[in-house]
């Protein structure tokens, strides 16, 4: 035992739902024991951190742009006339909407590509 090249140890607790699942999950990735499964998850499994503000920004331009969409459909039911500006900004607010869109894509997609490289 005291030639053992693994010596630290690790206790965690768990409920009984959070232990079925983890027998579950070791069950089927057919590892040679827990402690090997509990390895291979912690020392190769991605972790990956997302920067939720970059969702709350492009909410944001969805729901101003919803809400243009609602007053210019007021304004058309109500007097039969739409203004060009106003489909101007809607344009405008679509492609802030896509360029956001397109960043989100691309730094997921970095980070994809980074990580398996």
Do not use: W
């Not at 729901?63 to 243009?68: A, E, R, T």
């Amino acid at each position: 035992m005291t030639n053992r090249y693994r010596n630290e140890r690790i206790e965690i607790k768990l409920t009984k739902e959070e232990k079925e699942l983890f027998m579950k999950k070791l069950e089927l990735s057919k590892s040679k024991s827990m402690a090997h499964f509990i390895r291979k998850c912690v020392l190769e499994a991605p972790i990956f951190v997302i920067d939720m503000n970059i969702f709350r920004n492009l909410q944001t331009l969805i729901g101003k742009n919803s809400n243009n969409i609602n007053q210019i459909a007021k304004k058309v039911n109500s007097t039969g006339i739409i203004y060009r500006e106003d489909i101007e900004d809607l344009k405008k607010e679509n492609d802030d909407i896509s360029k956001e869109i397109i960043r989100i894509q691309n730094i997921l997609s970095r980070k994809y590509i980074n990580k398996f490289m």
